[in-house]
């Protein structure tokens, strides 16, 4: 069984940074693509971004391109979402997810094409 587990989360005025990371086990982490949704009160879940197996390739919702960044250690078994310029917009739970097919050579966007969910992380922006 693969546990996906986020931290980082917190609250951050408008215009700062915070860095989530998500853990991963139960399975070969450098194998699946990984990606980042966030769930805002009252909205339906939405991509953020999103990293290939290898990490060389990349996506973003354009709400955050320029902003965030994400990143991946396979050695760490760990992916990384970096946020700066940070907007009360951005305030959501956010979640990591891992990818249902090895080596997908394509960077999924849908949510239903990620088989793990890690159970959230709370970032709050002020104004």
């Known amino acids: 069984q693969v546990q996906l587990v986020e931290s980082g989360g917190g609250l951050v005025q408008a215009g700062g940074s915070l860095r989530l990371s998500c853990a991963a086990s139960?399975?070969?982490?450098?194998?699946?693509?990984m990606g980042w949704f966030r769930q805002a009160p009252g909205k339906e879940r939405e991509f953020v971004a999103a990293?290939?197996?290898?990490?060389?390739?990349?996506n973003y919702a354009d709400s955050v391109k320029g902003r965030f960044t994400i990143s991946r250690d396979n050695a760490k078994n760990t992916v990384y979402l970096q946020m700066n310029s940070m907007k009360p917009e951005d305030t959501a739970v956010y979640y990591c997810?891992?990818?249902?097919?090895?080596?997908?050579?394509?960077?999924?966007?849908?949510?239903?094409?990620?088989?793990?969910w890690g159970q959230g992380t709370q970032v709050t922006v002020s104004s």
């Open positions: 997810a891992a990818d249902r097919v090895p080596f997908r050579t394509s960077i999924l966007r849908r949510l239903n094409e990620y088989e793990y």
């Open positions: 990293i290939n197996w290898r990490g060389g390739s990349t």
């Open positions: 139960g399975r070969t982490f450098s194998s699946y693509a």
